[in-house]
């Protein structure tokens, strides 16, 4: 079982200025610290996930332990627990990805013959929240739940754009209302995205299809085009009456 005597001794990590309240930001990083293969993880990986130091890592555990977001085994290691469960469950429920997303990306997975993806923002990233993997061999691989960045990729700029983002850039996707990736984030992978509005046109996330960039040339996802906006307008539709339907 790990040692649970640690100092409270703040590492030089620890001293960086952060936004916001900073105790709530660095629990919310061990709890993001999991991953979806992640049954359990010890303290000293959750340190070294985090940035965090391991006495600043117990100390915020143990309190989260206290409402049920995390537990400690017997061998001494961390699991999510029954809240962190139920958040998630809450969040998939309230969003209907079953429903409304995962259909359509099989549609469009169908028509396109690539791997179709659904993102959210959340703060300065984007987040898989639904993948439906195309059907060839060799495809480019997202987990759901990843999160990626904003600024690297057609699905985050698409997110940005049409979340008001100031540049010359921004406004040229927002006139095209798409926007096409040549090996922007990965150097091998290209995309092209559209936004998915709710209801009062509230931005609720960018579909998109990737692939290899051997396959998926700017000729060839311009040939997609139709068929991302397409299906984009369709999903923005289903969002729009499940919302004011309240089947969300």
Not at 79 to 103: D, H, I, K, M, S
Not at 139 to 165: D, K, Q, T, W, Y
Not at 206 to 215: F, T, V, Y
């Amino acid at each position: 079982m790990e040692d649970a005597r640690l100092t409270e001794d703040v590492a030089p990590e620890d001293d960086a200025p952060e936004e916001g309240v900073v105790a709530v930001r660095r629990a919310m990083r061990i709890l993001e610290a999991f991953g979806i293969d992640d049954a359990h993880l010890t303290l000293a990986e959750l340190s070294r996930r985090t940035g965090c130091h391991r006495s600043t890592v117990l100390r915020l555990a143990r309190t989260l332990a206290m409402d049920d977001y995390l537990a400690q085994r017997a061998d001494g290691t961390w699991r999510l627990a029954r809240a962190a469960g139920w958040l998630g469950a809450c969040y998939q429920a309230t969003f209907n990805v079953q429903e409304l997303v995962q259909p359509v990306l099989r549609e469009l997975s169908g028509a396109t013959g690539e791997s179709a993806t659904f993102y959210v923002r959340e703060g300065n990233q984007r987040i898989c929240m639904a993948r439906v993997e195309g059907p060839k061999s060799i495809r480019h691989h997202v987990r759901v739940g990843a999160a990626l960045p904003l600024n690297l990729g057609s699905p985050g700029r698409v997110l940005l754009a049409f979340s008001g983002e100031a540049g010359e850039e921004y406004e040229a996707v927002r006139r095209a209302g798409y926007m096409i990736s040549l090996g922007e984030r990965d150097a091998e992978v290209s995309s092209i995205s559209a936004p998915v509005y709710g209801i009062n046109w509230t931005l609720l996330g960018a579909i998109c299809i990737s692939g290899p960039i051997s396959r998926l040339n700017e000729a060839v996802l311009l040939g997609h085009k139709e068929a991302i906006l397409s299906t984009a307008s369709r999903l923005s539709r289903s969002m729009m009456g499940a919302r004011q339907g309240g089947a969300a």
